[in-house]
């Protein structure tokens, strides 16, 4: 079954970098969306960056210039180089998989949690 872990959360202060990871298993991601999402306490889950086979990057206005999200050539690893953190990006960092044409293939990390403090 399809598999999706994270790694590479912590707590680190204002100014600094971090790089999550996330590692898929369990199929072909060729034809799949991978993301990153993240939810802070009392929020909703909010979509960071995400990529396609092909590239195509996309991002949240809140992280543009920031964060960059990169892919292995099997989709199974992608990354979130995460710069010039901010506390409003703390939260917990999820790495989500989605068919491109079959949504209901939409797949889900445990979460890894990013604190910005000083």
């Known amino acids: 079954q399809v598999q999706l872990v994270e790694s590479g959360g912590g707590l680190v202060q204002p100014g600094g970098s971090l790089r999550l990871s996330c590692a898929a298993s369990?199929?072909?991601?060729?034809?799949?969306?991978m993301g990153w999402y993240r939810q802070a306490p009392g929020k909703e889950r909010d979509m960071v960056a995400r990529?396609?086979?092909?590239?195509?990057?996309d991002y949240s206005d809140s992280v543009k210039g920031r964060f960059t999200i990169t892919k292995d050539s099997a989709m199974k690893l992608v990354s979130l180089q995460m710069n010039s953190l901010k506390p409003e990006d703390t939260a917990v960092y999820y790495c989500?998989?989605?068919?491109?044409?079959?949504?209901?293939?939409?797949?889900w990390g445990q979460g890894t949690q990013v604190t910005v403090s000083s």
């Open positions: 989500r998989a989605t068919h491109n044409s079959w949504g209901q293939f939409d797949y």
């Open positions: 369990g199929g072909s991601f060729r034809h799949y969306t």
């Open positions: 990529i396609t086979y092909y590239g195509d990057p």
